[in-house]
Nanobody, 126 residues
Framework: HVQLVESGGGSVQVGGSLSLSCAVS????????MGWFRQAPGREREAVAG????????YVTDSLKDRFTISHDNAKNTVYLQINNLKPEDAGMYYC????????????????????WGQGTQVTVS
């Protein structure tokens, strides 16, 4: 089983930056695909970015590639999402999610298909 705890959300001004963290616990860490999803009020949840902890492959939604970066620190069992030049449409609840026992190396990687979800962290842009 995998547990995910997000942190780092808050209120940021337009044009500002924010770094979200997702602490991962459980015995499947090395084989996970870790993803970030977001959901704005009244809208469907959408994929933001993902990283394969086995292989290092990444995925970022095309429209977000110039402002969103996903990374991970295996020593800390933590995955990060860096958001730069925040826009009002970036506001919403950001969720960390994980898919177990998967691999993707260099090249085009699909977004994770999560089995596990965190509780979310709220991002407000003003």
């Amino acid at each position: 089983h995998v547990q995910l705890v997000e942190s780092g959300g808050g209120s940021v001004q337009v044009g500002g930056s924010l770094s979200l963290s997702c602490a991962v616990s459980g015995d499947e860490y090395r084989g996970l695909c870790m993803g970030w999803f977001r959901q704005a009020p009244g809208r469907e949840r959408e994929a933001v970015a993902g990283v394969y902890l086995s292989g290092g492959g990444t995925y970022v939604t095309d429209s977000l590639k110039d402002r969103f970066t996903i990374s991970h620190d295996n020593a800390k069992n933590t995955v990060y999402l860096q958001i730069n030049n925040l826009k009002p449409e970036d506001a919403g609840m950001y969720y960390c999610a994980a898919e177990g026992s998967t691999y993707c190396g260099d090249g085009l990687c699909p977004m994770c298909d999560p089995k596990y979800w965190g509780q979310g962290t709220q991002v407000t842009v003003s």
